[in-house]
């Protein structure tokens, strides 16, 4: 058997670049391990209006369960402030809490017919086992399928088998991971009349989320999914969750676990015949966990290149590179300074977290000026040292 390109996962990094990859004429194979795709879901089912702007799709009521206009962010002490507010005194982006709560389950499987329509062979319950390698260079991997192993020629290979890829390792690509950088999460999707429809919510403390933070994500009408991360406890996400739930009067229709990484992206994510994508690449933001924007955009970019180096019969690192190069330069600053940020929250007490949260609370309606801004740190040592660590 063999193909231009073969994709290894069938979530939206393997189906956006099986997708892309095919729509530039080249013969493609995408393999994903489970029987069926989309499920379980892995994450809180949340991404951007410029995900679909990427995709050149209009989203649509199949798959879209909710618009969020806005968020509120939570202080341990459960004072709050709402996003519009920083908006209205920050000259922020006013976009920057709006999106999709999407239904990943049917959204990843829409991104796979997509990809099979535009000519993509898809195998599903089909796990690889191994890369092929000739003269140093990947050309193929060697898959199971319902008992039988075979040999599938490639001359690219993209990994985008997720958070638990070893691919990437395999082809000497990979970092170990920092156990302090993987989040532990468990959410619910949960019934519920009193959930926002048009808003998100973030709860932080270490009673509630430790080395992590709390969410609500309106679904459709009367549901949500309802989830924590944590890091470093001897308590599981799960018992902090039941915990967390206790305030809603809610009845969980859904419960799903995983991990997170939250390390930034690897290193290098091309080789001789090989690349790398999304959850595998590390290409998550390190604060809020989310992996839908960011991959959508790499996922596009590898299919694109992985077509582009099979046309010009050059699969070689050197021209693979131009994928690392590409994706670089659209999120890299923004991980840099979400890790940055990450490390900065990673030091923050709840003491801490309620002053801040209280001055911009106290500010609203009017412009933080530099000068009421150093004078709040003034009273916070502590806090001023970390925020130079942002700079």
């Known amino acids: 058997m063999k193909y231009d390109v073969v994709v290894v996962g069938g979530r939206i990094g393997g189906s956006i670049s099986s997708l892309f990859a095919s729509k530039n004429d080249v013969d493609v194979l995408m393999i994903e391990k489970r029987q069926e795709i989309g499920v379980p879901v892995q994450c ?105 192993t075979m040999e599938i020629k490639a001359d690219v290979v993209i990994a985008a088998d997720g958070v638990e890829s070893n691919m990437a390792q395999m082809a000497g690509l990979k970092a170990p991971d920092n156990p302090m950088d993987i989040c532990s999460c468990a959410q619910y999707e949960l019934v519920c009349s009193d959930f926002d429809h048009d808003r998100v919510h973030l709860y932080f403390g270490r009673n509630i989320a430790p080395g992590g933070y709390a969410w609500v994500f309106p679904k459709e009408e009367g549901t949500a999914n309802v989830g924590l991360g944590i890091r470093g406890p001897s308590e599981t996400a799960y018992q902090y969750l039941k915990k967390f739930i206790s305030k809603f009067n809610a009845t969980p229709v859904e419960l799903n676990v995983g991990g997170v990484p939250l390390s930034g992206p690897i290193d290098k994510t091309y080789t001789d015949g090989f690349l790398v994508v999304g959850d595998a690449a590390r290409q998550i933001d390190p604060v809020t966990g989310g992996g839908t924007f960011t991959t959508v955009p790499c996922a596009r970019i590898a299919g694109e290149v992985a077509a582009e180096a099979v046309k010009e019969e050059d699969t070689s690192a050197a ?60 009273k916070h040592p502590r806090l001023l040292r970390l925020v130079k660590d942002l700079l």
Do not use: Q
């Open 44 to 148: 809180a089912e949340g991404t951007t209006h410029s995900t679909f702007e990427i995709l050149e799709m209009k989203p649509s009521s199949r798959y879209v369960c909710a618009e969020v206009e806005t968020g509120t962010i939570h202080a341990p002490n459960e004072t709050y402030i709402n996003a519009e507010d920083l908006v209205e005194f920050n000259n922020l982006d006013k976009n920057i809490a709006k999106g999709y709560i999407l239904d990943r389950k049917v959204f990843d499987k829409h991104l796979a017919i997509e990809s099979a329509k535009a000519g993509t062979d898809i195998m599903v319950k089909t796990t690889v086992k191994d890369l092929m390698k000739k003269d140093g260079k990947i050309c193929g991997v060697v898959a199971k399928h319902m008992g039988k």
């Open 319 to 378: 021209f693979l590179k131009r994928y690392d190069d590409a994706w670089r330069v659209k999120i890299e600053d923004i991980l840099k300074m979400s890790l940055k940020c990450r490390k900065v929250a990673d030091k923050l007490t709840d003491d801490e977290m309620n002053a801040l949260v209280e001055f911009l609370n106290n500010s609203k309606g009017k412009e933080i000026s530099k000068i009421a801004f150093i004078k709040f740190l003034g």
